[in-house]
Antibody
Framework: EVQLVESGGGLVQPGGSLRLSCAAS????????MSWVRQAPGKGLEWVAD???????YYADSVQGRFTISRDNSKNTLYLQMNSLRPEDTAVYYC??????????????????WGKGTTVTVSS | SFELTQPPSVSVSPGQTASITCSGDKLGDEFAYWYQQKPGQSPVLVIY???KRPSGIPDRFSGSNSGDTATLTISGTQAVDEADYYCQTWDNTIHVVFGGGTKLTVL
């Protein structure tokens, strides 16, 4: 069964750091594109970061320079290192498989597998 | 920055057709995707590549995308379809972007 399980969330003070993990089963993380998506309380979905199978990484402007997406191939696990945290980073953080490819001339990218999420609260 | 605009809410009577729009500049030039999210749950993909349904998604869900607007249509809406719906697209500069979400109420 294809599954993603996030962990590592918690309460952290502004300016602090946290590392989220996402353990995958049923597929190989390094062969896929992977994403982090967050959802602030009562708000919509916000894309945070992507890591492609070739190791390329991409970030939303709101987290560029503060967050780092990475993976451990031996553990089949995705990570999100979050530094210089702000209250506005408070959210449920989901990891997702970014199912990507080419259809004719068009690229496709969509999240076909989601974890249950882990909650990050940034507050003093 | 690129934005996708959705109506905050849509209401529909059981058995009727619900349409949820998603607007963005030249959205039709890229694929659109739709996710359903029920309270306390993770999002679920309901439409990919404009109009395709993943396995297990009822055929009452359909999608289209042209010009500046993508539309999710739910025919014969059921109470179980009450949820938040998000559109999403991708391009080489913005990467992934989500719409603000639409709360579908089945009255």
């Amino acid at each position: 069964e294809v599954q993603l399980v996030e962990s590592g969330g918690g309460l952290v003070q502004p300016g602090g750091s946290l590392r989220l993990s996402c353990a995958a089963s049923g597929f190989i993380v390094s062969n896929n594109y992977m994403s982090w998506v967050r959802q602030a309380p009562g708000k919509g979905l916000e894309w945070v970061a992507d890591i492609y199978s070739d190791g390329s990484t991409y970030y939303a402007d709101s987290v560029q320079g503060r967050f780092t997406i990475s993976r451990d191939n031996s553990k089949n696990t995705l990570y999100l290192q979050m530094n210089s945290l702000r209250p506005e980073d408070t959210a449920v953080y989901y990891c997702a498989r970014d199912f990507a490819g080419l259809s004719g001339y068009y690229h496709y990218h969509y999240m076909d597998v989601w974890g249950k999420g882990t909650t990050v609260t940034v507050s003093s | 920055s690129f934005e996708l605009t959705q109506p905050p809410s849509v209401s529909v009577s059981p058995g009727q057709t619900a349409s949820i729009t998603c607007s963005g500049d030249k959205l039709g030039d890229e694929f659109a995707y739709w996710y359903q999210q029920k309270p306390g749950q993770s999002p679920v993909l309901v439409i990919y590549q404009d109009s395709k349904r993943p396995s297990g998604i009822p055929d009452r869900f359909s999608g289209s995308n042209s010009g500046d607007t993508a539309t999710l249509t739910i025919s014969g809406t059921q109470a179980v379809d009450e949820a938040d719906y998000y559109c999403q697209t991708w391009d080489n500069t913005i990467h992934v972007v989500f719409g603000g979400g639409t709360k579908l109420t089945v009255l």
